[in-house]
């Protein structure tokens, strides 16, 4: 056999007899066993260059080894999920809240639900936790949870104008109802800035009201105040829920409604334990409001006028009006269970009381 030439009279490549002549050096076990002379150099050359790759060859570079980080990623995570959790339940339902309307965890209300959230576990609220065993656990915060809708055109108001106003809407209702100081007692110069100083019946509500409160002229009608010698919030947060709606009115005014409920949690004034008494004064406002046609209505540029309010208050107190929102404590609550019976969760029916109603008490079924 000449060199390079197999038994079978085929011949090998000079690559072939490379790489077995390498694989011979490195001690392989399947090298020829005679190999040619021009073998016999090229191995001659290897043994004097061991780290020099033979001319022609593609070099292959190994993929960098997987490494098995995933399953430690997902358990680190997890761990961290149920560490938050534990240290604050109430927060979780709303980072992972739908918007199903019909659902009472959802972080926003873009229409009626169809029906009164779930009764949960009857838990004690504490000053960690306020709105610990209600629905409004899992509502969202302040002005978040007043659902805003997309804005058009409507009677003399272009989609930007209408924008505006339906964001000074909700101003109104943060002014009035989420406002520290105004809930602390102080007057709500912001939100009172917004209506028309020209509507003669709520400019003389406003005169009266914060003076001397009437049934008739109480400042609780619009705006959400309580007593700072009596009772103090506990916490930062009030909860609502809730939407506006627009549609056009008379004289082509935009017409605004707006639907929100908001969750007040407080204690006695002189509270300073963990142990305290911790009651949720719940609200819930119906408000119409007209952004007239300055051109057919005396107004002025950025108010409105009040077309309508009506709202359900439950644990704010009962009796003659003091201008203030007064939530029972201890045996106080007794007062209370006179009044008729109302969910104050429930959202699903519309507002039942009007400020010429007469009621002077409703009574929570859950609170």
Same mark, same amino acid.
């Given at each position: 056999?000449?060199?390079?030439?197999?038994?079978?009279?085929?011949? &090998?490549?000079?690559?072939?007899?490379?790489?077995?002549?390498?694989?011979?050096?490195?001690?392989?076990?399947?090298?020829?066993?005679?190999?040619?002379?021009?073998?016999?150099?090229?191995?001659?050359?290897?043994?004097?260059?061991?780290?020099?790759?033979?001319?022609?060859?593609?070099?292959?570079?190994?993929?960098?080894?997987?490494?098995?980080?995933?399953?430690?990623?997902?358990?680190?995570?997890?761990?961290? #999920?149920?560490?938050? #959790?534990?240290?604050?339940?109430?927060?979780?339902?709303?980072?992972?809240?739908?918007?199903? @309307?019909?659902?009472?965890?959802?972080?926003?209300?873009?229409?009626? @639900?169809?029906?009164?959230?779930?009764?949960?576990?009857?838990?004690?609220?504490?000053?960690?936790?306020?709105?610990?065993?209600?629905?409004?656990?899992?509502?969202?915060?302040?002005?978040?949870? *007043?659902?805003?809708?997309?804005?058009?055109?409507?009677?003399?108001?272009?989609?930007?104008?209408?924008?505006?106003?339906?964001?000074?809407?909700?101003?109104?209702?943060?002014?009035?109802?989420?406002?520290?100081?105004?809930?602390?007692?102080?007057?709500?110069?912001?939100?009172?800035?917004?209506?028309?100083?020209?509507?003669?019946?709520?400019?003389?509500?406003?005169?009266?009201?914060?003076?001397?409160?009437?049934?008739?002229?109480?400042?609780?009608?619009?705006?959400?105040?309580?007593?700072?010698?009596?009772?103090?919030?506990?916490?930062?947060?009030?909860?609502?829920?809730?939407?506006?709606?627009? &549609?056009?009115?008379?004289?082509?005014?935009?017409?605004?409604?707006?639907?929100?409920?908001?969750?007040?949690?407080?204690?006695?004034?002189?509270?300073?334990?963990?142990?305290?008494? *911790?009651?949720?004064?719940?609200?819930? &406002?119906?408000?119409?409001?007209?952004?007239?046609?300055?051109?057919?209505?005396?107004?002025?540029?950025?108010?409105?006028?009040?077309?309508?309010?009506?709202?359900?208050?439950?644990?704010?107190?009962?009796?003659?009006?003091?201008?203030?929102?007064?939530?029972?404590?201890?045996?106080?609550?007794?007062?209370?269970?006179?009044?008729?019976? #109302?969910?104050?969760?429930?959202?699903?029916?519309?507002?039942?009381?009007?400020?010429?109603?007469?009621?002077?008490?409703?009574?929570?079924?859950?609170?």
């Amino acid at each position: 056999m000449g060199a390079g030439t197999e038994p079978d009279g085929s011949s &090998r490549s000079d690559e072939e007899w490379e790489r077995f002549l390498r694989e011979s050096v490195a001690g392989a076990a399947d090298a020829p066993k005679e190999p040619s002379a021009r073998a016999r150099i090229v191995a001659k050359r290897l043994r004097a260059e061991p780290d020099r790759a033979p001319e022609g060859w593609r070099s292959y570079t190994p993929a960098r080894p997987k490494r098995r980080t995933g399953w430690y990623v997902v358990g680190l995570l997890a761990s961290l #999920v149920l560490l938050v #959790v534990a240290l604050v339940p109430g927060r979780i339902v709303d980072l992972f809240a739908g918007d199903d @309307p019909d659902s009472p965890s959802s972080a926003a209300e873009t229409a009626r @639900p169809a029906q009164a959230p779930p009764a949960g576990a009857a838990q004690r609220p504490t000053k960690d936790q306020p709105f610990r065993g209600s629905p409004a656990a899992s509502w969202v915060s302040g002005a978040a949870g *007043i659902t805003v809708p997309k804005a058009g055109a409507v009677g003399w108001m272009s989609a930007a104008e209408v924008e505006r106003a339906l964001a000074r809407s909700r101003d109104f209702l943060v002014a009035s109802g989420l406002d520290r100081e105004v809930l602390r007692g102080e007057r709500p110069e912001k939100a009172i800035a917004l209506i028309n100083p020209h509507q003669t019946d709520v400019q003389d509500l406003l005169k009266t009201a914060f003076r001397t409160p009437s049934e008739k002229n109480d400042p609780l009608l619009l705006f959400s105040r309580f007593q700072p010698s009596r009772t103090q919030l506990v916490g930062d947060v009030v909860k609502t829920r809730g939407r506006l709606t627009y &549609r056009e009115g008379e004289r082509g005014a935009l017409q605004v409604t707006a639907d929100v409920t908001f969750v007040y949690p407080v204690t006695r004034a002189d509270a300073d334990g963990d142990d305290d008494e *911790i009651v949720r004064t719940i609200v819930r &406002r119906e408000l119409v409001l007209s952004w007239d046609d300055p051109d057919k209505v005396i107004t002025e540029p950025g108010t409105f006028s009040i077309v309508s309010n009506k709202y359900d208050m439950t644990n704010g107190g009962c009796g003659a009006p003091t201008g203030y929102f007064t939530p029972p404590f201890g045996t106080d609550r007794r007062a209370d269970e006179a009044g008729t019976e #109302v969910d104050p969760y429930d959202r699903s029916t519309p507002v039942g009381r009007d400020e010429s109603s007469g009621e002077e008490c409703r009574r929570a079924t859950r609170s």
